[in-house]
């Protein structure tokens, strides 16, 4: 199986921040990365897929790198809306989740 | 404009099976490279993949819980069905059904909230 290790679990940080999250694979996984951000009571909604596509309709402020093992989501002015929790998940093999990353307000 | 519905018990108790319906629209289970997936996650904590169909009858089980699920589709009624068998209150999650075209989960139904009493 593939583990999916993210950091930090939670991120405080105030409205214009640059935010960065990793997420970190056991084995590479190519680019087989995606990003989703999470709302409470809400379902994930996908915002980045083979690590550094945008899916259409989000925002531009959102950005994701790496290959292999080690990627990064990047928000690069944080706004009010995006104040969630993220996950990245892996799907070069099954599917595997992150345990999440908490972005709170500072 | 696909969209997904989950149904099925809010509550179900320990050993007994629980089954699911994810009920879908704009997309076909017969297109190449389209699938329907299953992810819970228990209140508080993270996502969890449990179960995938794809468009040729081709299913994907969580390796952990692989012995307790049974993933089914029935194309025509554009409808894909979860048991899970042995329920237990540590399976108390919100279940979501997930939409796949050859690439990540692209579009989520509501969730629904099965809670296992004991």
């Known amino acids: 199986d593939i583990q999916m290790t993210q950091s930090p679990s939670t991120l405080s940080a105030s409205i214009g921040d640059r935010v960065t999250i990793t997420c970190r694979a056991s084995?590479?996984?190519?680019?087989?990365l995606a990003w989703y951000q999470q709302k409470p009571g809400k379902a994930p909604k996908l915002l980045i897929y083979?690590?550094?596509a945008l899916e259409s309709g989000v925002p531009s402020r959102f950005s994701g790198s790496g290959s292999g093992t080690v990627f990064t989501l990047t928000i690069s002015s944080l706004q009010p809306d995006d104040f969630a929790t993220y996950y990245c998940?892996?799907?070069?093999?099954?599917?595997?989740f992150g345990q999440g990353t908490e972005v709170e307000i500072k | 404009q696909i969209t997904l519905k989950e149904s099925g018990p809010t509550l179900v108790k320990s050993t007994q099976t629980l089954t699911l319906t994810c009920t879908f629209s704009g997309f076909s289970l017969s297109t190449s490279g389209v699938g329907v997936g299953w992810v819970r996650q228990p209140p508080g904590k993270a996502l969890e993949w449990l179960a995938f169909i794809y468009w040729n009858d081709a299913k994907r089980y969580s390796p952990s819980l692989k012995s307790r699920l049974t993933i089914t589709k029935d194309t025509p009624r554009n409808q894909v069905v979860l048991t899970m068998t042995n329920m237990d209150p540590v399976d108390t999650a919100t279940y979501y059904c997930?939409?796949?075209?050859?690439?990540?989960?692209?579009?989520w139904g509501q969730g629904t909230l099965v809670t296992v009493s004991s």
């Open positions: 998940q892996q799907y070069y093999s099954l599917w595997t």
């Open positions: 997930t939409h796949l075209d050859d690439g990540p989960y692209d579009h």
């Open positions: 083979k690590a550094s």
């Open positions: 084995q590479s996984i190519s680019s087989w």
